[in-house]
């Protein structure tokens, strides 16, 4: 088969002003960037209030694998095959960060013929929103290493003499806001910054410092969460850079920075409008990791998505129980429109690898048997899908599994799971399908559609794991206990710590979110399948009021990712003709 940049270049497209008219966009809507490439103004929201929303179906999936289940591949090819049979669709997708693209992952596209084109364009800077994000976030950290410098300089009485401005007293040992960078750079997660050559300070004053990925930021959680420019402003300047020396919150809007970094983003509020290979629009917005923020595309994606299209197809980070366990408990509740469907993506072979008989490591080669007919591997391996079936059901939606096939696939296994899966007792109906998106693109989805259609028309009862006028204390238990199947949570010192702070302060209404390993249910990614008994650690809270939630960092997740020893960017390069090659 053809690779996936050779089958985006053989298609033919078409220009986005066209793909826009066909879809109830104006001309006036649009912001061009390019033949194949526009934004939309949030102000078409405006225009569309009085139309009717269709149904949100999030495409979520079983344990990831270093195989790849093709959540995007199956979120593409479903929005296709419901265009296949005379559905209106549009597709939300989030815009692939480059650490991932240059590291393991690769590109965010889709694949085979269920794609995102241009996908070059969509996996390498596209318009520049992480960028955008990136300069707004480090701005801040300028600020706030500015303002120390200048009021230790002067004194805290000559600076506010000197410039009218009251001085911020910012405690050097307690500043929570890192700096970032669209790299996966394992050497920058600890530096110092200030240094100086002996006697002088002029290069500010020396502390420690490290850098997340941007995708990491919370302005990033907060582009995603915005409900249009105004609110986006509003919860930038509740963002928390550090403490000051009596320990009360020291905010963006404090530092009087809110309004520049609002001003960088101003264009990052606007979805990129693309379109599948099939001439499917899709809006890509936002890039928040689901590992270490709420991993969903943006409300404001959804909400356009809604008023112009029956079907809104959108994906969520990861597994169920870390980027649609956020949609729901996080997303739904501060939007306040929840999914109608969920579509658990599966594979034999991602089964097999969740049975906990293989050891599979990213980069290594797979051994053959991963391919073979295993029925103990399979039956091992069913366990972990009907966790995540029974989790999205938790939510009072109805599920649909897409089983994504291979070419190395047999009937014989493949009508299997699809038994196991039709005798499942669940909370709410599970239908299922099998989808060839990959090879056939919308016709090998049509299928899929028509279960996703089906399960539709099923009424929802849907009701997150807590509400926001909860506690923090319940919200974690409720995750842990309810969410996960956890037998306890663990609070380290720091964390408990942290809690009585953040209740002290106020924030004890935002809502939670579980920075975990996205390779277990647990916080082990070494325990596969369906764990039960096990316990849920969590070594430090994290504030982000201004994205709406705390984040609770549990076993050893990080916030900047490394370098493999192959990196994908070793296969990247440019051909004679000057067009990239090895992207995928």
């Known amino acids: 088969m053809k690779s996936d940049i050779q089958i985006c270049r053989e298609a033919t497209l078409t220009p986005i002003e066209h793909i826009a008219a066909q879809h109830g966009i104006h001309s006036d809507d649009l912001s061009p960037q390019g033949t194949h490439k526009a934004k939309i103004k949030p102000s078409i929201l405006q225009r569309l209030s009085t139309e009717k929303e269709g149904k949100l179906v999030v495409v979520t999936a079983i344990t990831p694998t270093p195989l790849g289940e093709g959540k995007t591949v199956t979120t593409i090819g479903l929005a296709q095959g419901l265009k296949k049979i005379g559905r209106s669709v549009m597709a939300c997708i989030r815009q692939p960060s480059m650490g991932p693209v240059f590291g393991v992952k690769g590109g965010a596209a889709g694949g085979g013929y269920s794609q995102v084109a241009p996908m070059e364009q969509l996996n390498l800077h596209l318009t520049g929103d992480i960028h955008a994000v990136t300069a707004a976030h480090n701005l801040a950290s300028a600020a706030l290493d500015a303002r120390i410098y200048h009021e230790q300089r002067h004194g805290y009485d ?346 002290a302060q106020g924030f004890d209404n935002l809502a939670l979110c579980m920075a975990k390993t996205p390779l277990s249910i647990t916080t082990d990614p070494s325990k596969k399948g369906a764990p039960t008994g096990f316990t849920v650690p969590v070594r430090e809270l994290k504030l982000c009021a201004g994205a709406g939630f705390v984040y609770a960092l549990c076993g050893n997740v990080m916030t900047m990712p490394g370098l493999p020893e192959k990196p994908a960017y070793m296969g990247l390069d440019i051909d004679e003709n000057g067009d990239i090659v090895g992207l995928s």
């Open 158 to 503: 000559a600076f506010e003499e000197k410039t009218g401005l009251t001085a911020l007293r910012i405690d050097m040992k307690r500043i929570v806001w890192k700096r970032v960078i669209d790299h996966n750079d394992r050497a920058l997660r600890m530096v110092t910054v200030g240094k100086n050559q002996p006697g002088k300070t002029i290069n500010g004053l020396e502390r420690e410092d490290g850098f997340d990925i941007s995708a990491a930021s919370e302005l990033m959680a907060i582009l995603a969460l915005s409900n249009d420019l105004q609110d986006m402003r509003q919860r930038i300047g509740k963002v928390v850079l550090a403490y000051n020396l009596d320990g009360q919150p020291v905010t963006a809007e404090d530092l009087q920075v809110a309004g520049a970094m609002t001003v960088t983003m101003r264009e990052a509020i606007e979805p990129t409008l693309m379109q599948t290979l099939e001439g499917v629009p899709t809006l890509i917005h936002a890039g928040p990791f689901a590992n270490i923020a709420h991993g969903n595309s943006s409300v404001i994606a959804d909400r356009i998505a809604l008023k112009l299209s029956d079907f809104t197809i959108t994906e969520g980070g990861f597994g169920s129980d870390m980027g649609f366990e956020k949609a729901c408990n996080i997303k739904a509740q501060q939007a306040g429109r929840a999914p109608d469907c969920a579509v658990v993506v599966a594979t034999l072979r991602g089964l097999k690898a969740n049975s906990g008989l293989y050891d599979l490591r990213p980069g290594q080669a797979l051994p053959d048997t991963l391919f073979e007919e295993d029925e103990t591997a399979l039956l091992a391996g069913f366990e972990n899908l009907k966790w995540h079936i029974n989790n999205a059901a938790k939510y009072g939606v109805p599920v649909v599994v897409a089983i994504n096939r291979f070419p190395q696939d047999t009937d014989s296994e493949l009508n299997q799971l699809k038994q196991l899966i039709e005798t499942l007792e669940c909370r709410m109906p599970v239908n299922v399908a099998i989808s060839e998106a990959f090879g056939k693109g919308g016709e090998g989805a049509a299928e899929l559609a028509k279960a996703v259609v089906a399960a539709c028309d099923t009424p929802a009862d849907f009701q997150p794991l807590y509400h926001l006028e909860q506690s923090l204390e319940e919200k974690l238990m409720a995750v842990a206990e309810v969410g996960y199947g956890a037998a306890n949570l663990e609070l380290s010192d720091e964390a408990n710590a942290q809690l009585a702070q953040f209740k």
